[in-house]
């Protein structure tokens, strides 16, 4: 019996001496990168004071603005993807006129690629170049056969894995012309397995992702159910990394230059959000709240976000 309440005393007393190391552990720290977009509400607006100290929340917890510093033409390189589904209906061809102005009118800053959605990847039709010439040989009526894209997030997702540059100091800017119908899930699932796979990649990747809503060709893809269903799964994404969803009902629109136009205010009123927050040491997809308020503006920031270590908050 005494060795029985020996071996129970040390065993109690080995447990409370541990105690302190487990209550002692803390998160360690990484930190994030994110583009946060402030548009004035007015066209020919300009932002306000951007009010310092707003507050963040990653994974739900409390962190920290490390800095929120304004991107211009001057200092911030752009690469920017047009991707264009290999399914759109060939009508598409009548609004090439307004791709090529947005094309030529992008400032010195700007590197550009044309690719399309063929078979679950992004066919590049040409490096990124600032010029726009070059870029436009890429341009053209895509092949307009019902499910050739196999799905648009495939594509995404390709295109994320497989970005044409390496440097990370570029805002990785996506534009997506899709009806963004998945075609191996046509009903609206929130938790879509492909989908969730292409946020998760185009966050790791650090692209912002737009859309402009097009129809593709195919009987199935014509439904209002599964048109439907495909326009709130690009929204799911674009608000997801920080974009915005493009479209005038379920029809295709009359002319794409008011979203073009759009997008291009977009890209000049974007700033660096770099910040800490708690971290389990490994990279991760994080949720992220940010609770800023501009007066005369509103304030796009992405919904996930990408922790890391400290040296690697740019993905170096």
């Known amino acids: 019996m005494n060795k029985i309440a020996l071996a129970v005393t040390l065993t109690a007393g080995t447990v409370l001496a541990a105690s302190p190391l487990f209550a002692q552990k803390t998160d360690s720290q990484g930190q994030g990168r ?124 390709d295109l994320a894995k497989n970005w044409p540059s390496h440097d990370r100091t570029a805002r990785r800017e996506v534009l997506m012309v899709t009806d963004g119908v998945d075609n191996y899930d046509r009903h609206y699932d929130p938790e879509d397995p492909y989908v969730d796979a292409a946020i998760n990649d185009s966050v790791r990747a650090g692209l912002i992702v737009y859309s402009i809503y097009w129809k593709d060709m195919g009987r199935a893809n014509n439904t209002w159910y599964a048109n439907n269903a495909g326009q709130n799964l690009l929204l799911m994404v674009t608000q997801a990394t920080g974009g915005n969803s493009y479209w005038e009902g379920m029809g295709n629109p009359v002319s794409l230059q008011p979203f073009l136009q759009d997008l291009r205010r977009r890209l000049n009123h974007q700033y660096e959000l770099t910040f800490s927050a708690p971290s389990n040491g490994k990279p991760e997809v994080a949720s992220m709240k940010v609770d800023l308020k501009v007066p005369s503006a509103k304030v796009d920031a992405p919904q996930r976000v990408l922790v890391t270590g400290a040296a690697s908050a740019r993905g170096e």
């Open 34 to 157: 994110a583009v946060v977009t402030i548009l004035p509400t007015q066209a020919n607006g300009t932002v306000g004071q951007v009010p310092q100290g707003f507050k963040l929340k990653v994974n739900g917890k409390e962190s920290s603005v490390l800095n929120f510093t304004p991107l211009r033409d001057s200092n911030s390189p752009v690469e920017l993807v047009l991707l264009i589904d290999g399914g759109a209906r060939t009508s598409l061809g009548t609004q090439f006129g307004e791709l090529e102005t947005f094309v030529k009118e992008m400032p010195p800053n700007t590197r550009m690629a044309i690719a399309y959605m063929e078979n679950g990847r992004a066919i590049l039709g040409g490096p990124l170049s600032s010029d726009g010439a070059d870029v436009l040989k890429g341009l053209h009526v895509s092949n307009g056969f019902p499910g050739s894209n196999a799905s648009p997030y495939f594509c995404l997702s």
